[in-house]
């Protein structure tokens, strides 16, 4: 087994409910660099916080932003973001949803929505069936995906996903997919451990994702990250 890059989410993946770091992740992935294994952020969070989160850790494999909407790795693309997807269909989705919703938009849409370059997220305090009850009648509703991902409710672009952004960051990097594993919990991790040759689900994932998954961890969290990285990469 040849595992050349590791994929991983951030939030229920190697932090836990309070979105706190596990100390166990970061030892683990901090011994798969050191043996030469780089370690690509894939997640819904925004940009800077991705590239902190990557920093402080000490990863080198880049990040997918936005659920695929963004790329980043410094010393490509003349060390600027880019940007997956144009943001047009998401701002239609806003201002349907603005007329849709009312004072409640505002209510619950994420502070982090001014940061972001691709999506707009609601927080969990808004049902998701009210929010796909608001975008029933929305023009372009089968151009866009509403993800739960566990902590937040993600409106993007169907021309994008974590997989689709992960497989162009690997591709430029000389990197086979088959060779990757990756790292997830929730929905919106599905798309990208489909790509991937070898799909982790660590012990609080859905079940959904557990059942496409080549091995489900035993241990939740930041644990079940550093279980796997232990089984099967180094």
Not at 12 to 38: M, Y
Not at 57 to 80: P, R, T, Y
Not at 208 to 229: H, M, P, W
């Amino acid at each position: 087994m040849t595992i050349e890059a590791i994929a991983v989410d951030i939030d229920g993946t190697i932090t836990d409910e309070k979105r706190q770091i596990c100390i166990s992740a970061i030892k683990a992935l901090r011994k798969a660099e050191a043996a030469g294994i780089p370690t690509i952020i894939v997640t819904g969070n925004v940009v800077n916080y991705a590239y902190a989160t990557e920093v402080l850790i000490g990863c080198s494999g880049g990040l997918v932003c936005e659920n695929g909407g963004v790329v980043f790795k410094e010393g490509e693309n003349n060390n600027a973001v880019e940007i997956m997807v144009e943001k047009d269909l998401v701002t239609a989705a806003e201002k349907h949803l603005k007329e849709k919703l009312g004072e409640k938009f505002d209510q619950h849409a994420s502070h982090d929505n001014m940061y972001r370059l691709t999506e707009t997220v609601f927080y969990k305090t808004l049902e998701g069936k009210e929010l796909e009850d608001a975008l029933k009648d929305f023009k372009y509703l089968d151009n866009i995906e509403i993800y739960d991902s566990g902590f937040a409710l993600h409106i993007t672009d169907k021309r994008v996903n974590k997989g689709t952004s992960l497989k162009y960051l690997c591709e430029r990097n000389g990197i086979n997919m088959e060779n990757v594993m990756a790292i997830g919990d929730s929905q919106n991790d599905e798309d990208f451990l489909k790509q991937v040759g070898y799909k982790i689900a660590v012990g609080n994932a859905e079940d959904k994702l557990k059942e496409i998954s080549t091995y489900a961890c035993e241990k939740k969290f930041g644990d079940g990250v550093a279980e796997a990285i232990e089984k099967f990469a180094l």
